[in-house]
Structures are given as C-alpha cells and as structure tokens.
C-alpha cells in the first residue's frame, strides 16, 4: 500500500496534448475517483499511473519513489479493465496465477494466494472454468481476483462496471466498497457514472480538457462546486443555469436580477460582486420549489413521472428551460403557468470566468464531528 | 410442381460442378493403374487394378528420397516461417514505429513479383551462400517465397486480438516474448494451422526453384522428379508412373487438411464475428 503522487504530469499524443500539468497527491489506502465527460483525459491519466503509456513531462512517485521510467510491474501496481481483459484460453485459475508464475513464486505460494482471493471474491466453485462460461459479474470479479493475488502497491480501475447491467452494477459496488474497507489499499477508479464516483470515492478528482477542475470529497464537490463546470458535472440531473446581473452585493449574499425580470437573493460571499456584473445563478433541480406565489414564474412544457419524483421541464419567460425535481407525484399540470422558489441557502452564483462566489455552507466536516459528539 | 424443378437444377448445377472439378482426379486415379496398352484406352470407368506403376516408381529411381526430401524441406520452411512471421507480426501489429505502414506495403508488393523475376538473383544468393545442389538451398528460396503471405496474415490476425488483454499481461508483469508465447500463441492457433498448411502445400508444389537449384536427382523434391521421369526411350512418356507418384504425393496433402480441417474453418473465419 503506498501513496500516489503526481507533479506536473504532461502528456501529449504527438503534438496535441491530451494531460496538461496535473498535481495530485493520493494518500495511502484512499478511495479516488476519477470522473470528467468523455475525452476529458481520465482514462490517459490513470494508464500513466499504471505505466501503459509514458508521462512526457513531469514527475509520479509511487510509495515516494519516483517511477517515471519503471515498467507496470515494477510500479507494483493492478488494473481492472473495462473489457475484464481475462485470457480466454485459461481457466479462471490459470488466469489469476499468470502474474504470479511470471513472478517466479513457488507453486504451493501460488496455489495459497490464489485461493485466498478465489474465497475473499466467492471465486471457489469456478476456478476450472474458462471465461466464456463465465457470467458478466463473475468475470469481473475474476479480473478483480487477478489484481488482489499481487497484492499491488495501489489498484487502478478503468471503468470496470460500465459493462455490466444496472442491477449487478449495484451489487459490484457495493462489493467493491467493502473490498477497499477489507484491504485498506489505495485504489484510483475512473468512471463516468456519478453515482459511483459519490458512493466509491473519499475524494473525487473532476477533470475537463486534461485538466484538474477540483478534488474533493463528494459531498464538497456537490455543497461547493468551484466553477461552473464541476456544478454542472456534479450532481444528475444537471444544475440548472440562469443568465442575470448582480443588483445588491454584500459579504453575506448577491442579489441576482434575471433576463426576465424576478430578482433572486443568494447567500453566497458577495464582496468581490459588482453591481451591474454579469453573472449566472446556479440551483439544483431538487433544490427548486414550486409555490404558490414569489420566485419567478414559468410555464410547464413535460412532466417526467418517476414515482417517487417527479421533474417539471418549465421554460422560463425568457426561454430558457430548467429542471425541477420534486417528491412523489406532480401536482402541476403540463401547459400550465406555476410559480418557482429559489432557497437563498441553495442557491450557487458564478462569475463571467465560471468561477463560484463561495457560499456561506458550516464547515461540513466540522459538522460531521459535532454530530458524531 | 415448379419447387421440384427448382430442385432438380440445383442439384444438377452442384453434380455438374462436382464432376468439372474432380474428373481431373479421378482419371488421374484411375490411369495409375493402368499399365502396358490399357493406357491407351480412353475408357472413363477404372478398367484394371494394377499397382506396377506404384512399385516402379520407387525402382526406377529414388522417389522415396524425393518424398523425404520434400517433406524435409516443406516443415523447415513452414516451421522457419511461422517462427518469423509470428514475431515479425507482434512488431508489425502491435508496436508504433515510423514507417510500420510502408514496411507492410514492401512486404506485400515483394510477394506479387512473379518468381521469374527474382530468379537469377536468388540464384546468385544460394551460390554465394554455398548451398547450391542441396537442401538448404531449397529451403532458403522457399522461406523467401512464403514469408510475405504468412507475415501478411499473420498481422491481420494479431491486429484483430484486443489491445487490453495485452496490456493485462504487461500489467502482470510479462515481456513480449512471453506475451507472444503464453498469451498471442494459443489465441492464434486456428490463423497458424491456416497460414502453415498453406505454407505448407505452397512449398510442397514449388517447382522452379526446386528445378533451378538442384542438379541431381537425390536432392530433387517430388514436382521436379515427376516432371523429369522419362520412360525406356526418349520418345515414351511414362504416364502410368506420373499418375502414380502424383497420386502418391497428393495424399499427405489431403490427409493434413481433413486433419486440420475444423481448424482451417475456424481460422478463416476467425476475428469476423466478436466471439
């Protein structure tokens, strides 16, 4: 087990460049999640940690040991693939052995090892099987098997449940979050679905165009999105954005007047706002309201019906359409006109560059602690 | 009414192409054993069952030499060449280097010469190499012959098996060699048995450098020693004895393929469909 730690890697595909400059620092036995849209550099990212593919600038230590120029296995690391990348013309045992073989381990070494992990993973009855016989799940948690035999410094995951379907999905995260309670090893997983990423990670790492955008713990990156893009990104369905300028600004909150007119208060840390500057207002569909009377007013264009939510699609009286998330059935009818409140609390205002006024939410962790007391 | 004429065409068409493509074979069959004047007779129905034409084939001269010979010099080759086209196909379909597109290119083109052209100057090659009037000097012109195809083929393959699993065996720790050995190899035997046997046959028939590079008739491989038998005189044509080690040297042929068949089946077929 061992930390991750990148300096300024850069990578570039001939002269475009895929990674620009990441810092990250991965602590022993942490959890982290990569996620970003597709082609954003999460995957590149994570085959440099495994030493798939060469950092063209930049330094990465593992264990505090600098491994630019070192071979995959001599970073002593595991992967996951996406494809579970078993060997078809071996059985699941053979599979799970070839690393260790190759390593010049004796046989009864090998044997032990591999049915320690076969036993952690319910492997036990398949092991003479090859994969083909084998079921999604089951060769999932075969390439899961292959990388816990080598006991890695750190174990990578490249979008390893993203083949399966929803309801083992569930099931192998769920196994997969108690693997990393049980091993207490340091593990990077890449994925581009959110619910994975809130429940799997400890810190999350969102990437946009071979950047960083933010790194932090899922419920920070959901409170306290830095910029517009992590707002957006984080949280399903979407942020809802709404152009206006600033008319009121204090250190306590911004007053927001939209392009239609209603004026939104938001409790966020005003005192770098100027009055008259553009900005946009940023609330949660599960953060919006509809009322009786204030906010601003919309007509209802689809009504989604899930059961235990509903989402309104309401077009705004500039034309602009936003997500409404409410519990149990909706009461609004399609076509009608209704009113929307915006929590002042909830509310997320960003400047013309993206960036967030930072919002007046208590201390989450301090909270946490004050509650566990 | 009108299915069952449908039908009977069918089956026509098929007796018809049946009959086109075996008749050679057959009559091949049936003249080798005939001997004396029933050679002469034109009768398509087997009208003797002599077998003096089989043992006068190995009598007259050293045709069980000739068989070994060719047997010899056609697994070397097969063997020579899957050894390197199986490595140069893991460089050509697995490793990004300049040029890798052009090379393929060369490879390709080099097998479309016809073996005429080349002829004159591999002559010079075996005589520098020394190995003139012998068996590595069959082998060497036929490696160079069937070496473009195999790689060829060779590389399509390769390129089809997914790039993942290679890098889950560098993940486990395994170098090229072993990737190509442990991993590629069995993955591959359906495209190896295809592309060997055909190495293989091509081998087998080659004549003009087996005619070329030989002198005497202990090192000739069986196309050339059929091609050269000669009768009591030189106005005889043994026909009864060609027929006979024709049909003598085709047999291993059809009996590596009904072997191999399932494998050939798969092997063609193989990378078409995501298994």
């Known amino acids: ?373 | 009414m009108h299915k069952k004429i449908k039908t009977s065409l069918f089956y026509a068409l098929v007796a018809l192409i049946v009959v086109v493509s075996v008749f050679p074979f057959y009559y091949a069959i049936i003249t080798s054993f005939r001997g004396g004047t029933e050679l002469f007779s034109a009768s398509v129905l087997p009208n003797s069952v002599n077998i003096r034409n089989y043992i006068s084939i190995f009598e007259e001269q050293p045709f069980g030499t000739n068989i070994l010979n060719s047997i010899l010099v056609a697994t070397t080759v097969v063997t020579i060449s899957l050894a390197l086209a199986v490595t140069a196909s893991y460089a050509l379909a697995r490793i990004h280097f300049k040029g890798r597109g052009l090379l393929l290119m060369t490879i390709l083109s080099v097998s479309m010469f016809p073996q005429v052209a080349i002829l004159s100057g591999m002559f010079e090659l075996i005589r520098a190499l020394g190995i003139y009037n012998s068996l590595p000097g069959l082998i060497v012109p036929n490696t160079v012959l069937t070496l473009p195809f195999t790689v060829w083929v060779l590389t399509t393959f390769m390129k089809e098996l997914p790039k993942e699993l290679e890098e889950a065996a560098i993940v486990d720790g395994a170098s090229p060699f072993v990737i190509v050995r442990r991993v590629f190899l069995p993955l591959m035997w359906p495209a190896l048995v295809t592309t060997g046997l055909l190495a293989f046959i091509s081998a087998w028939n080659e004549f003009l450098f087996a005619l070329t590079f030989t002198l005497v008739n202990e090192v000739r491989t069986v196309p050339v020693a059929i091609a050269l038998m000669s009768g009591a005189s030189k106005y005889e044509l043994p026909w009864g004895n060609i027929m006979a080690a024709s049909v003598v040297v085709t047999v291993p042929i059809v009996a590596l393929v009904l072997i191999f068949q399932r494998k050939i089946v798969a092997g063609l077929t193989a990378g078409a469909v995501k298994g």
Do not use: W
């Open chain 1, 1 to 373: 087990m061992a930390d991750v730690n990148l300096r300024n890697a850069i990578k570039e595909f001939g002269k475009t460049r895929i990674i620009h400059g990441v810092d990250l620092d991965i602590k022993d036995g942490e959890f982290v999640v990569f996620v970003g849209p597709s082609g954003c550099g999460k995957s590149t990212l994570l085959r440099l940690i495994a030493g798939l593919e060469d950092i063209t600038a930049g330094e990465l230590y593992i264990d505090g040991e600098l491994v630019n120029q070192k071979s995959p296995k001599e970073r002593q690391i595991a992967m996951v693939f996406q494809s579970y990348a078993l060997y078809p013309h071996m059985n699941v045992y053979e599979n799970m052995a070839f690393g260790l073989e190759l390593s010049g381990g004796s046989k009864e070494e090998v044997k032990q090892k591999v049915m320690e992990a076969a036993r952690i993973l319910e492997l036990e009855p398949l092991l003479e099987r090859k994969p083909k016989q084998l079921s999604g799940g089951q060769r999932q948690r075969v390439a899961i098997g292959r990388a816990i035999v080598r006991n890695p410094k750190v174990f990578l995951f490249d979008e390893p449940l993203s083949n399966l379907d929803a309801a083992l999905r569930v099931q192998m995260r769920i196994e997969i979050a108690k693997l990393h309670k049980d091993m207490q090893a340091t593990m990077v997983y890449v994925t581009h679905d959110q619910v994975e990423a809130m429940t799997l990670a400890d810190r999350i790492v969102v990437l946009n165009a071979g950047r960083v955008e933010q790194v932090g713990s899922p419920l920070e990156l959901y409170h306290k999105p830095r910029n517009k893009f992590v707002a957006g990104f984080i949280g399903s369905p979407k942020m809802n954005f709404l152009e206006g300028t600033v008319v009121d600004a204090s250190a306590t909150s911004i007053t927001v007047q939209l392009i239609d007119g209603a004026s939104v208060c938001a409790n966020v840390d005003g005192s770098k706002a100027e009055v008259g500057q553009k900005v946009s207002l940023g609330i949660r569909p599960e953060h919006l309201s509809v009322t009786e009377s204030g906010g601003f007013s919309g007509h209802v264009d689809v009504i989604e019906e899930l059961g235990e939510s509903h989402f309104l699609y309401v077009r705004t009286q500039s034309g602009e359409v936003i997500t409404v998330q409410g519990t149990g059935d909706a009461k609004a009818k399609r076509g009608s006109t209704c009113q929307l409140a915006v929590p002042s609390d909830l509310a997320h205002v960003f400047d013309e560059n993206g960036l967030a006024f930072s919002r007046h939410l208590k201390d989450l962790a301090a909270e946490k602690l004050a509650a566990q007391a």
